[in-house]
């Protein structure tokens, strides 16, 4: 972890080497002036920092975690604690240039700081935006928009109509909900246009995720004495595990096979994977050249590694969103049209 927060310190330290004298935030409790919900809309800001003429801010966000990428630009988190801390009370002089960065360095496949640079008229324009949804999702009956990321942590993901109907909508006409699922064919993907592929593959992600969490929570709900209609709780598969510790159990086979068996065969030793033998290496180094900045060990471990490695070219390709950082593999696209035709034009 140590190794993680140094990129974050790294940055906060060069931003104040540009700026002698700028005054830094740090886990700063932020609030929106939200007309609509003045007590509601707030948030605690990780990293501030306003130079000393207050013509430039930065607002910054540690994440530690690997699995998902958090995009920088339109970050909904970090305008909201930018537009709280030039709308409130915060600074004397309004900024010209505001900075938003998200810090993320065990981020897999992206630069492990990003950041977002806008005027304050683009701040302002998006503070306003805020406080029109704000004002929206208080109205009688809030229109429910369904979509990966507002959806992915939501507790409610489960019983939203809205997330149904998306992810039905796709499908057809035919589709009301999901029990006509019981009793209409699902179409042929073949009998849809680049467009429908398009609008199916948008949502699609969405509809796991939405029928996972239906599912898990239909199991807690058969778990607390809820019956779920056509549906039952059934003891697990058991499965054989040793008894004993790994080195007794070994020394137990061996004696049983009467020397027949050695060590090495019932506890073949293997070579660690290149991302363990990654963080091996970035411990190792940082214990033995503890003056190397933690961005100057990654480079030097990456640097060693690519001795040590070979890298093969992929003999498969994977169909992403167009938003995805690698490159377009368009001679495999090319080969592909001879071999599957996509319908141009399918009457729906």
């Known amino acids: 972890m140590l190794p993680a927060v140094q990129v974050a310190l790294d940055y906060v330290y060069g931003v104040l080497g540009a700026e002698p004298g700028a005054r830094l935030l ?99 324009d998006r503070a306003y935006r805020l406080e029109m949804e704000i004002k929206a999702c208080l109205e009688p009956s809030p229109l429910l928009v369904p979509g990966e990321k507002q959806c992915r942590f939501c507790g409610a993901r489960p019983g939203c109509p809205a997330i149904e109907r998306k992810a039905l909508a796709v499908a057809g006409e035919a589709f009301k909900g999901v029990k006509d699922l019981k009793t209409v064919a699902l179409p042929a993907p073949s009998s849809f246009g680049p467009e429908r592929i398009a609008d199916i593959l948008a949502v699609r992600d969405l509809a796991i995720d939405w029928f996972t969490a239906v599912s898990e929570y239909a199991a807690a709900q058969a778990k607390a004495g809820v019956v779920i209609p056509g549906w039952k709780l059934v003891a697990g598969n058991s499965r054989r595990r040793w008894d004993q510790a790994p080195e007794v159990t070994a020394g137990n086979i061996i004696a049983l096979s009467d020397g027949a068996l050695t060590e090495d065969d019932v506890r073949p030793r293997g070579l660690v994977g290149l991302g363990d033998a990654e963080r091996l290496l970035k411990t190792a180094y940082a214990a033995k050249h503890p003056s190397l900045k933690a961005k100057e060990v990654a480079e030097k471990v990456t640097t060693d590694m690519a001795f040590l490695t070979v890298k093969e070219a992929s003999s498969s390709v994977s169909l992403v969103p167009a938003s995805d950082r690698r490159p377009e593999v368009r001679a495999t696209v090319d080969a592909f049209k001879s071999v599957v035709a996509i319908p141009s034009e399918v009457k729906e």
Not at 89 to 96: K, M, Q
């Open 26 to 124: 740090i886990e700063q409790r932020v609030q929106f002036p939200s007309a609509y919900a003045p007590d509601d809309v707030w948030g605690t800001l990780d990293i501030g920092i306003w130079s000393t003429d207050g013509k430039r801010l930065w607002v910054a966000d540690y994440k530690h975690g690997a699995g998902i990428v958090v995009d920088i630009v339109e970050n909904r988190q970090l305008i909201q604690y930018a537009a709280s801390l030039v709308l409130g009370s915060y600074g004397s002089v309004l900024p010209e240039v505001i900075t938003l960065v998200i810090v993320q360095p065990r981020a897999f496949g992206s630069d492990p700081i990003r950041e977002w640079t806008i005027d304050l008229e683009t701040l302002l």
